[in-house]
């Protein structure tokens, strides 16, 4: 019987000429898909960069957002308390300053009663008068006026100066304006002015109501300026006479007290009057006056046009937000965005008799936040710096890593080709890491293939020699046969034409 290989001892391919290579041969089984690319992208070159990125990057990102936030909330609660302390302050201020100018009127309604200071005696008037404006800062100015046309005034100028007026019967019904020496006493001529007492505001407002009162927000004789005033009537036994005793608030004092605030450096306070038709006009601010001059006197602005931009914009928001002044909330912090940042609002109502007033208190966020960008900044510098080296690390490491697995890959793909690279394992066997193991391995596995590739070579050689020699007994055969059959065929011919007819 001829010898048919077995799997294990399946020639190598090139010791077979193709064209004579037998069914099931090397050179007729195929090897895989070795032609084929393969498109790998999950390679760990990338993998294992992104694996190290991304932790430190999400680390550094919620670690950084949450300090954020946390300094932002420290920062709000800062301003809150800020603004609360400066709202505090004004509204103590206006208090204390509306119980002096009560304490100021009741004492001169006192002793113009009681006959301590009479108008007919206008230089005890005058000593009194700049007595109590001298050392009271409740009140820019001490006033009296009777029906007669009679009027006493002494005033607080803006260099901490004083003057004085009068106006009767000595002084033609002229007013007579003098200044006063440190004193108090008369020094200079006066200026004269036409001016009745009975036509102003205060006096009116007094007369009407015969109670304390304030007078809307009007301009001042001297110097130009806005004044509200509160005036009370003096009642007496006299029906003919008709007094009335009054202290001046000029806006301009409340605009430098509020001026003088500690805020931020930014921030802003000011006082809208809630007015007829839901308008808010200015009363003071801490940026400017809260009036304009123009050729035909004074004017107040609306606190939505105010020539301060975060003061026009924080009271256009408080206007339309809440559809007018009269709906403003005052017992809650209010926030809004002016040019992208962030304003915190305080707003405290001040009522006294007939003045309804609001008090804001405008704080922009930046004003505190500043060293928060600062920490942010550095933190984001940090995480770049630290995000560069740990991207510079992987990919070294992912070197490190991929160059051995690549020369280990292509040592398997000469394996497979039946090219022993051990030269190359060689060169990677000292590693003291795996990958020198797993070279070693590679090593051993080539030897072994190397081995038992150069025996299977030995056994198919031999295998074909004993095919041939087979072939060769079988050709012989084969003739010996067909000789022999030759043979007895011409036997058989011979037998059949010797044979005698049987039928003649």
Known sequence: MNASPQPNDTPHASSLPRPGAMAGSPADIPVGNSAAPVNRWLSIRWVLPAMMLLPVVVGMGLTGLLAFRSSRSAVADLIQEISGEVTNRIEQRLEDRIAEIDLLNNLLVAEFSNGALDSR???RVRQYFWQLVRFSPGGDALIYANNQGEFVQVKRLQNDEFDFSIRNAATENQRRIYALNAQGAIAGPPQVQSFDPRQRPWYQAAIATQSAVWTE?????TPPDLTITLAVPITNERASISEVVGVDVHLQSLSQFLNGLQISKNGRAFIIERVAGDKGELVATSQGLPFQARVDGMFRLEATASTDVQIRETATYLKETFGGFLAVPTDQPLLFYLQGERQWVDVYSFKD???DWLVVVTIPEADFAGKIYQSAQRTLLAGGLITA???LLSIVLSRWLVNPIERLTRAAAEIKQNRYPLNELAEMTPRPDEFGELAAL?????????????????QVAALRSEIAKQGKVVDENVSSVIKVLQQSKQVRQTYDTRQPSSQE
């Open 217 to 221: 927000i009007y301009q001042s004789a």
């Open 442 to 458: 590679f090593e051993d596995m080539a030897l072994v293939v190397s081995s038992r590739e150069q025996g299977l070579s030995e």
């Open 121 to 123: 005696n206008p230089d």
């Open 353 to 355: 008799k007939n003045l």
């Open 389 to 391: 080296a740990v991207t």
